[in-house]
């Protein structure tokens, strides 16, 4: 008898294999689906019953999160109220793995009528949901992962797997940036991370200023005393340079004995990195990634100093 685990690793490659097999099946109708899809100026409306409902719900799902207007609809809910909801403009994506499902097919005719596409997802290209639907997406597995060949194992993979292809190509068609994505995630990390603005991060207050002429003896104070490890050098209230701990431990190595009698002016950076306070701290970090550097500066347009974001506050 094979252990727990053997079966497990079974059942993951059937629903592997099931999935690698939809490759094949391909063709130009799924590049039809994509394009009515994306020409759609209404809804896309998911409906299926049963197992192919639940993935149908989360297709739906993906779809309005990546920038196609989804919702689903259970197929019995429509003959009580709920076809208001459609029209002309919409589209909808009809799941069943046999594509005979009663409730559902009693939903095509309704479809027809009010003239609304059909895109339908099934494993049977005869059946009666692929012969009314606009367009069919064939999902058809050899087996399921189930050893009674009865509970939907791959044939739910398959559909999950299409309905995610047909999101993924979609996005790659509306050029779906980080940015858009953000926008329908405002509450999770992502969308935190992609909206916060260096200005949201920003430390504005005790800032550690010092003049271009400070000798570099008490310039040691001061960058110690921020505790940002840097101090900023302005001129007529415009950042004029920047030096680092880091400078200054290299200045110290250079010139030892004479180090005391140099100034800031020396060793500044005068062309340190400056963003802007409506930059989003994704540029910011991969600023600090290209240049190697912990801290970045905050100005406006004429560069006048409005705060300083380090590493630790990019961490949201």
């Known amino acids: 008898m094979k252990s727990p685990k053997e079966y497990a690793i079974q059942v993951i490659r059937d629903e592997a294999q099931a999935v690698l097999d939809l490759i094949p099946k391909l063709d130009e109708q799924f590049d039809r689906a994509v394009e009515l899809i994306y020409r759609c100026h209404g809804k896309v409306i998911v409906t299926g019953v049963g197992k192919s409902g639940q993935i149908g719900a989360k297709i739906a799902a993906t779809l309005a999160s990546t920038g196609t207007p989804s919702f689903f609809i259970n197929p019995l809910d429509v003959f009580h109220g709920d076809l208001g909801v459609m029209t002309r403009d919409d589209v909808v994506l009809a799941i069943s793995n046999s594509g005979l499902t009663d409730e559902l097919l009693r939903f095509i005719p309704m479809l027809l009528q009010m003239r609304v596409p059909i895109i339908g997802m099934s494993g049977n290209g005869d059946s009666l949901l692929a012969k009314y639907s606009t367009i ?54 992502l969308g935190r991370r992609l909206l916060t603005t260096a200005g949201d991060v920003m430390r504005s207050d005790d800032l550690p200023i010092i003049p271009k002429e400070m000798h570099l003896g008490e310039a040691i104070i001061h960058v110690s005393k921020g505790k940002l490890g840097l101090g900023v050098s302005l001129e007529d209230g415009k950042i004029a340079g920047l030096i680092t701990d880091g400078d200054i431990r290299r200045a110290m190595e250079r010139w030892q004995a004479d180090f005391f009698n140099h100034t800031v002016d020396d060793i500044m950076t005068r062309q340190p990195k400056m963003v802007l306070p409506t930059t989003k701290i994704t540029e910011v970090q991969r600023i600090m990634q290209q240049h190697k550097i912990h801290t970045v500066l905050v100005g406006d347009q004429e560069r006048h100093l409005l705060g300083v974001v380090d590493h630790y506050s990019c961490m949201i």
């Open 136 to 189: 069919h997406l064939n999902v058809h597995v050899e087996k399921e992962a189930c050893p009674l060949n009865l509970a939907p194992t791959s044939s739910t993979t398959a559909q999950l797997v299409m309905g995610d292809a047909l999101a993924i190509a979609l996005m790659e068609k509306r050029n779906f940036k980080p940015k858009d994505f953000a926008q329908f995630h405002p509450g999770g990390e």
